[in-house]
């Protein structure tokens, strides 16, 4: 997907697509050679991502370079909605029947990943 085709879908739940190992190594070969001192990659868990995933309308996941108080760059990351929003707070209904805001989840704790086993081997050869 172009970025005008992304910026013209529908829904933000449809932004993204396979591209295929093929794609990807053209286009993380293009990114190292242009950028060799750029961090290579990063690594988060599935259950941060799960987690959220469930929060109430979430459609999809905003990622954010950023810099940690050592100076050192990083992701932080949060939920979207299907307007564009940023999900930092919801309301949950709790067993009694009451109605509470919750805080939307802001992450963070990403690992750098320079050495990926298998599509590593692929990308530097």
């Known amino acids: 997907m ?5 910026l013209e879908t529908k829904s933000l ?4 697509e396979n591209i295929g190992l093929t794609e990807g190594i053209q286009l993380v070969k293009a990114f ?13 868990g599935r259950n941060i991502l799960e987690q959220i995933m469930a929060q109430p309308g ?4 905003n990622f ?3 810099l940690t108080n050592t100076n050192e ?6 939920g979207v909605d299907a307007e ?10 709790t067993n009694t029947g009451d109605m509470v805001k919750q805080d939307g989840i802001v992450a963070d704790r990403t690992i750098y990943w320079d050495d990926l086993n298998g599509v590593i081997e692929v990308l530097n050869s």
């Open 2 to 6: 172009t970025q005008n085709a992304l």
């Open 13 to 16: 739940a449809e932004v993204g």
């Open 32 to 44: 190292r050679e242009a950028n060799p001192t750029a961090t290579k990659g990063y690594y988060i």
């Open 58 to 61: 979430c459609v999809g996941i």
């Open 64 to 66: 954010r370079k950023c």
């Open 73 to 78: 760059e990083h992701l932080v990351y949060t």
């Open 84 to 93: 564009g929003k940023d999900i930092l707070e919801f309301t949950v209904v």
